[in-house]
Structure formats: C-alpha cells, structure tokens
C-alpha cells in the first residue's frame, strides 16, 4: 500500500525537498510557535488561579514537555522527513495507525493560521476598531477580509527557498523573544517583593490549585508548538546532530522565559490589584484586555504598553506563518506514504512543496467561517502559544 512500507522505512527519504535550514534556523522555527501571543495572558491566568504557586505550575509543565520533546527529538533525528509527528505512527505501526494518526495532525495544523489570523483581528481591534465585533466574539466584513489577506501572505512567503524563509522566520522570531525579554527587564524595576508572600503565602490554595492551573490556566498548551522542528526535519542541515539539539534549545529558552514572565508579573502588580486576593484577578477587567499592557500602564509606563499591543499583532502572525509551513509539509509527508494524492508531493525548483501550500491555503479559508464552535475556540487563540 505505501512506498514506505514499514520493513523497508529503515532510513526513508524525501524528493524535491532542500537541506537549508540549519540549527538557529530549525530552533527559531519551534521557538515562534512556544512564544506565541499567549505569553501576554498565562501569567495572568495561573495567578488569580494558584497564586504565587503559578511558578511551580511552569516549571512542572516544563519538565513533563521536556521528557516529550526528548522523544519527538530522537524520533526527527532518526527519520528526518517532512511532516515527521505525521508519519512517525506509520513507520512504527503500518497504515491503520499511519493514516488516522496521520490525518488527524494534519488537521489540528491546518487550524491553527486560522485561529491566529482571527486572533492577530482581535488584538489589532484595540486601534482599528472596525476589525472585530466585541459583542458577537467574530470578525466583521472587513475583519474577514483582512483574515483571507493574512492567509495569502502567509502562504506567499513560503513560496520562498527554505534558507530565505528561515532568516524572515529568524527575523520574526528575534523581535517575539527580544520583547518578553525586555518587559521582563523593565518590569523588574517595578518589583514589590512583598507580593510573594500575599494573601496565604506561596500557595494559598494548595497542591491541587497548581496542579489544576496547568491545564487551565493554559500553561501547558503554553509549550505546545515545540515539534515544528520535527515537521520540518526534510529540510533541516545534519538532522540527526540539529534537530534535537532546536527542540531542546526551543522548550528550554521558552520555561526560562515564561517562568520570568510569572515572577515579574507578580512582583509589578500594584497593591490595590491584589487587596481581594488572587482569584480576583481573574475577573479584573483591566487585566483581561492585556494583563502585561495595563500592568505597564498601571505603573506609568505607557510606551511599553503600546510595544506589547504591537507585539501582541505580531506574534500571532509569527505562530501563523510557522504553521502554514508545517501543515504543509505535513501534507506532502503524507502523500509521500500515498495516504494523501500524489498531487500533495509536488515540488517546486526552489524546493517547496507548492501544491500542498496552496491547498493548505484554501482549506484554511474553511476555518475561518464564523461557526459557533469555532468561534468559541477562536475566542481562546490569544490565551494560547501557537
């Protein structure tokens, strides 16, 4: 049934594909889709959800990640081909597994642009009001347009040759991390140390509460995107030393800063934000437009603000475009194992897998109707790092 049968799929290879993503290159691409514009509210959300416990909740979400991106790097290390989480199921477990497991991933890549194109709407709506409807939760006329538009740039900019989509990746990327970092700079000189030890002390609401935060607060879904490497693996220099060492680069950049993000955000809230307790912060109204913007507002710092809304257009875009990318190759990886049409392997001179691009394009269009479930998982796209 597959050209890559399961007893033949020892070393199994790509066609067309170039090798010209080397290691920066394959660690920013895992790292743009972790520091998605979720930064902006996980700390917000595993506060007012475990207090100063929140830290311990990052740290535990980013070992358990750790334990699965050390999996995901030694399998992209042995089998360095497209869309490599995919296609993994088959080569370990034939069709049935191969082809379920594998359209199943194609489609929660497919989503995401989407969902980022909807949230990039959403946080540009804070200037450009006519974008997005905040009584309805869904992109006006003119927001949907726009949306299709965000599409089409995505998918153009990857019709470039991988080592010039790499450095407008890299490019992207730098500013996504160079912006968390310097809020956490700025940010440390308006540190009130007392706040660790508010409101019931380091965890006023017990084990459970941290344990409940990870999930809930978003932190976990906060380290998903890691394994844009693996996706990437046909294209990627020396896999087998590179490879592993982007994904661990990528998650282990990424704990440090969202870990650093918590301790600031607690240390800069200011003492009438706390005095009703941690809980409360969930439903300041404040907060929940931008918790790091009004935080910066809230200790005159009005610049850093207006950087973070900008940042917060920014960085969706970022997640968005990575994801074009991976779906993709997710897509020719799979007709490479003839679950797909042979069509999805074509590739062009440069090396891009052109038709299953343009088709990543045009089913993505799908996802931005405005249905109601989608609407609401849509309306957690900002909350998590894509």
Not at 28 to 49: D, K, V, Y
Not at 93 to 119: D, H, K, M, R, Y
Not at 251 to 272: D, E, K, N, S
Not at 278 to 292: D, I, K, Q, V
Request: charged share 10%; hydrophobic share 55%.
């Amino acid at each position: 049934m597959s050209t890559e049968s399961v007893a033949a799929a020892t070393r199994p290879a790509d066609v067309g594909l170039k090798r010209e993503m080397g290691l920066v290159g394959a660690t920013w691409a895992s790292e743009t889709s972790i520091i998605g514009s979720g930064w902006l509210f996980g700390a917000w959300l595993a506060a007012s959800a475990a207090g100063t416990a929140a830290l311990l909740g990052w740290v535990i979400a980013g070992a358990a990640v750790i334990v699965l991106a050390l999996v995901h790097a030694e399998l992209g290390a042995m089998y360095p081909v497209a869309g490599g989480t995919a296609r993994f199921p088959h080569f370990a477990f034939g069709s049935v597994a191969g082809i379920s497991f594998g359209f199943f991933s194609w489609v929660q890549a497919l989503t995401v642009a989407p969902i980022e194109c909807f949230a990039v709407m959403q946080y540009a709506s804070y200037y450009w009001h006519s974008v997005y409807n905040t009584s309805t939760g869904v992109t006006t006329g003119l927001g949907f347009a726009m949306t299709v538009i965000l599409m089409a740039l995505f998918t153009a900019v990857n019709f470039l040759a991988m080592r010039m989509f790499s450095r407008v990746n890299s490019a992207i990327t730098w500013w996504k991390v160079a912006v968390p970092v310097f809020a956490i700079i700025v940010l440390l000189f308006k540190f009130h140390g007392s706040n660790f030890g508010s409101h019931g002390g380091f965890m006023p609401y017990g084990i459970k509460s941290v344990f409940a935060a990870i999930p809930a607060a978003g932190i976990v879904f906060s380290y998903l995107g890691f394994e844009q490497a693996d996706q990437l693996a046909g294209e990627i220099k020396n896999p087998q030393k590179n490879l592993p060492r982007a994904i661990i680069l990528a998650i282990l950049i990424g704990t440090a800063i969202y870990v650093l993000l918590q301790v600031v955000f607690i240390g800069a809230l200011t003492p009438g934000q706390l005095a009703h307790g941690w809980t409360a912060l969930g439903t300041n109204a404040g907060l929940s437009s931008g918790p790091f913007a009004f935080l910066a507002g809230a200790v005159a710092l009005g610049w850093l603000g207006t950087l973070l809304r900008v940042d917060a257009v920014i960085s969706p875009s970022g997640t968005g475009l990575i994801y074009a990318t991976s779906t993709s190759r997710v897509g020719y990886g799979l007709a490479r194992n003839r679950y797909y049409p042979q069509v999805f392997a074509k590739v062009d001179a440069r090396g891009v897998p052109w038709v299953s691009l343009i088709l990543t394009f045009v089913f993505g269009l799908v996802f931005l109707l405005p249905f109601p479930s989608w609407r609401h998982w849509s309306a957690w796209s900002p909350r998590r790092a894509c």
